[in-house]
């Protein structure tokens, strides 16, 4: 990274600190002929820097509006110069959306739906809303998808997904201290950016999806019940419903609830290297690594930066090692995962001889849900589906996208029999149905139950999250495959929750008695459970 890079990413936190006082973005719009979601928007100042590691000469601009200081952290926060680095990596392979799309017209047509988002939670939805008959508009910047998605093999081939899967590990394994390995028993796949990418697209194609280069600046409601979207270069596209996923920073387009927990975030820096002495078998997909690998260089970091080793080894000398932060209330910097990353590696014996690609990954976990009274809807990270205690999101994601899509067209569909703009109509939130399919309230059980785990995690130390997870996977597949996969019910978490209590040591369950009675997310977890 070039100097000029650091001095901008440094000069970036001095610009947000002299911000005035974020104003909340939750307060309801008071009435009018025309209401904006959003108003007040400070701004950062606009910072240029180069790296080639990012694959572009000018790889970063900022100059972005956030709604609030948590707005700021999912974006990025101190990180977000590397996190747009990220976002602005060349892809090759990956089409132009602009390129196989239609542009959205800009006359007197009324879109039924507006997807802004073009990340793979947009796509879908915009592919299967479009699939059943609405006329359906996607609005973003044309930016391919840059991150690394890892998954569970089986979770993707249900979803027909499984030509997207570019390497396949017959197994997963996690290495917790010197003792014995645990293999999980389950095959894991790394998605091809390219294929998912252009499967996505294809479905848009197909469908007759329509869309338009550009960022959203703010949605109005008009007095006929219609949308505006206010997009760059002053385009208007008029449409009937709205839905925001362009990521978890998108609190300029909604509001949240008041009140939430705070967001934390998962940090991870990586490289996809060629090496020599690669410790890892390459049939083996590493999970996770938490074992010390120099105590006398990093201790103190560790004890401060609990952190782990993604591994996923392609071949017996290709292997992309990513360090992880698994959550922290402040964002862990990139430069410090980098420094133990390498630390790590020297110590293991790796040499590194040749860097294809560094990644830059940051999932905010937590926070607050969306504000299910609102007619604009979300889905994907802006409608806090990331799971809060391992940062997943894509396969749920691709696989409500067809439920949603139908509950948005059913919605439409009824406002066109039932006259969506009369005064009656107009009165009644149209959207709750579709928010209650995102968000029963057994998905906020669940929910609460994930952000107490969050909670916990946060307070343990490295040998307390050592001794967690060999609890954790000690429990039954079932159970833990189901933690992972959000696919337990709320009864299903109690038990886990009971199960995991009786295998626990007796540290660890003084630990989950005090986290529960003190903690604020145990009684927000008890009292969302009691609530019908």
Excluded at 208 to 215: A, D, I, M
Excluded at 252 to 270: F, M
Excluded at 325 to 339: E, G, N, T
Excluded at 354 to 368: A, D, H, L, R
Aim: charged share 20%; hydrophobic share 40%.
């Amino acid at each position: 990274m070039t100097m000029e890079c650091i001095v901008a990413r440094n000069f970036t936190t001095m610009a947000v600190s002299t911000c005035p006082n974020w104003r909340s973005r939750r307060k309801r719009p008071r009435n009018k002929q025309a209401r904006a979601v959003h108003r007040y928007n400070p701004r950062v100042s606009s910072l240029r820097a180069n790296s080639s590691s990012a694959g572009k000469e000018s790889c970063v601009v900022v100059k972005d509006e956030f709604a609030d200081e948590e707005d700021f952290i999912k974006a990025g926060g101190s990180e977000l110069l590397f996190v747009q680095m990220q976002q602005n990596k060349s892809m090759d392979k990956q089409s132009k959306l602009a390129d196989k799309l239609p542009r959205i017209s800009t006359g007197n047509t009324i879109l039924d739906l507006v997807v802004i988002g073009c990340g793979p939670a947009g796509l879908a939805l915009a592919a299967e809303s479009s699939k059943l008959g609405l006329h359906v508009g996607l609005v973003g910047p044309d930016l391919p998808f840059t991150n690394n998605y890892g998954v569970w093999e089986d979770e993707f081939r249900d979803l027909g997904l499984e030509r997207c899967i570019e390497h396949v590990w017959r197994d997963t394994v996690v290495y917790l201290d010197e003792n014995d390995p645990i293999l999980i028993g389950r095959a894991y796949g790394r998605v091809s950016r390219h294929l998912l990418h252009e499967e996505l697209l294809k479905r848009c194609v197909e469908s007759g999806v329509s869309y338009l280069s550009s960022k959203v600046e703010r949605i109005l409601e008009t007095t006929n019940g219609h949308s505006l979207i206010e997009c760059g270069q002053d385009v208007v596209i008029p449409c009937r419903l709205a839905t925001v996923a362009s990521g978890a920073a998108s609190g300029k387009l909604l509001q949240y609830e008041v009140g939430g927990p705070r967001v934390s975030v998962q940090t991870a820096y990586g490289v996809e290297v060629e090496v020599e002495n690669n410790p890892y078998d390459p049939n083996l997909m590493v999970f996770m690594d938490y074992r010390d690998y120099d105590k006398q260089k990093v201790q103190c970091l560790e004890a401060k930066y609990p952190t782990f080793l993604y591994a996923m080894p392609m071949s017996p000398t290709k292997v992309f090692f990513e360090e992880t932060c698994l959550a922290s209330k402040d964002a862990i910097p990139f430069d410090l995962l980098k420094k133990k990353l390498m630390i790590r590696l020297e110590t293991m014996g790796v040499q590194i001889i040749k860097t294809y690609e560094e990644e830059w990954s940051y999932i905010p976990v937590g926070g607050s849900l969306p504000n299910t009274e609102q007619k604009n809807l979300a889905f994907g990270a802006a409608a806090s589906m990331v799971h809060p205690a391992t940062g997943y999101s894509v396969v749920r994601s691709l696989s409500e996208a067809p439920k949603y899509a139908s509950v948005i067209s059913n919605i439409l569909k009824q406002g066109h029999s039932k006259n969506m703009n009369s005064p009656s109509r107009r009165s009644k939130n149209i959207s709750m149905e579709a928010w209650n399919t995102l968000w029963p309230q057994e998905r906020k059980r669940q929910r609460a139950f994930f952000l107490f785990g969050l909670a916990l995690i946060l307070q343990l130390d490295i040998d307390g999250i050592r001794e967690f997870f060999h609890t954790f996977f000690r429990l039954p597949n079932w159970m833990w495959q189901g933690f992972l996969g959000s696919t337990l019910s709320s009864a299903d978490l109690v038990l886990f929750a009971f199960y995991m209590f009786f295998i626990a040591p007796n540290n660890m369950r003084m630990c989950l008695i005090r986290h529960l009675l003190s903690d604020p997310t145990g009684s927000t977890m008890l009292r969302t459970y009691l609530t019908i």
